[in-house]
């Protein structure tokens, strides 16, 4: 994509502005993606795929053809992602681990909110946030989860999530 529609409306894993707790909205507006990574990951292959706070493990099930797997995103310090071919679809899941280490689900930053940490992916039909089972591993600083398919994906707290995205054009 673009630009990044704003953020749904609850905290996103990143810091704060100038020390105060505001939700992440504005500097999403016109915020454009970079691509992370662009890697071809090949059926039946096992592979891990990773760039910046994301990695991707493949088993050889996950894939029912060659895919040039793409993780995007538009800031290292607010966990949201899109990872593509957007809509694949997985036979075997493929696990998803995000580093959340500096952010504000680190229990230990100043900012930490308290909030245990949870992803969820925008389902566009319904233009809502669902979430996506996962698991934290505290000690080091990560969340993994089993994807059944590509998407954009946030790190977000279950304290006070809502589940319609704000959107720019709104």
Do not use: C
């Amino acid at each position: 994509p673009a630009t990044a529609p704003a953020p749904p409306a609850g905290r996103l894993a990143g810091p704060s502005l100038l020390g105060i707790d505001l939700p992440p909205i504005m500097p999403l507006l016109q915020t454009a993606w970079r691509t992370l990574t662009s890697t071809l990951v090949r059926v039946g292959e096992m592979k891990t795929v990773a760039a910046g706070r994301y990695e991707l493990d493949f088993q050889k099930g996950s894939l029912s053809k060659d895919a040039l797997v793409t993780i995007t995103d538009y800031d290292s310090d607010i966990l949201d992602v899109e990872l593509g071919p957007s809509g694949t679809q997985f036979d075997e899941p493929v696990l998803l681990s995000v580093d959340f280490s500096g952010t504000a689900a680190d229990p230990g930053v100043a900012a930490y909110d308290q909030r245990e940490p949870a992803i969820f992916w925008l389902n566009e039909k319904t233009n809502r946030w669902e979430e996506v089972p996962s698991t934290t591993d505290w000690s080091r600083h990560r969340i993994e989860a089993r994807l059944k398919h590509f998407s954009r994906y946030v790190v977000g707290g279950k304290a006070g999530w809502k589940g319609q995205p704000s959107r720019a054009d709104d």
